[in-house]
C-alpha cells in the first residue's frame, strides 16, 4: 500500500486547510486510517484516526474542535480550523489493517511520504 499525502502549503494563522490522503496499490476504505504530524524538533504525534466506516473517530486532544477527519471511498481528509503557528509541522497519514471496524491512536503499518503545513503568524 502506497500512500500519498497532499494539500500542504504555506498559509496564515487563522485560516483553514484540508489535507489529502489517497492511496495506490489498494483501496483506502479496506483500511482504518490516521493523521500524524512531527513538528520541528519534536517527536511524531498522534492527530487524528477513522474507522474504516467513518463511525469510529479519535482526536488528539489538544486538537479537538480545529481539526476534523473524515473519509470517502477513494481518500481520506483532515480539515484544519483556525491554524497557529504551533500546527506547523510535516503532516503524515498512516493506514493500518483491522479485523474490526476500529479507529486505532497507533501502530500503523503502511505510511506515506507527508504534507509539509507551514503557518506564519
Known amino acids: 500500500v502506497q500512500l500519498q499525502a497532499s494539500g500542504g502549503g504555506l498559509v496564515q494563522a487563522g485560516d483553514s486547510l484540508t489535507l489529502s490522503c489517497t492511496t495506490s496499490?489498494?483501496?483506502?476504505?479496506?483500511?482504518?486510517m490516521g493523521w500524524f504530524r512531527r513538528a520541528p524538533g519534536k517527536e511524531r504525534e498522534f492527530v487524528a484516526a477513522?474507522?474504516?466506516?467513518?463511525?469510529r473517530i479519535y482526536y488528539e486532544e489538544s486538537v479537538k474542535g480545529r481539526f476534523d477527519v473524515s473519509r470517502d471511498k477513494t481518500a481520506v481528509y483532515l480539515r484544519i480550523d483556525s491554524l497557529n503557528p504551533e500546527d506547523t509541522a510535516v503532516y503524515y497519514c498512516?493506514?493500518?489493517?483491522?479485523?474490526?471496524?476500529?479507529?486505532?491512536?497507533?501502530?500503523?503499518?503502511?505510511w506515506g511520504q507527508g504534507t509539509q503545513v507551514t503557518v506564519s503568524s
Open positions: 496499490g489498494s483501496t483506502v476504505s479496506d483500511y482504518a
Open positions: 498512516a493506514a493500518k489493517w483491522l479485523r474490526w471496524d476500529e479507529a486505532s491512536r497507533a501502530e500503523y503499518d503502511y
Open positions: 477513522i474507522s474504516r466506516s467513518g463511525r
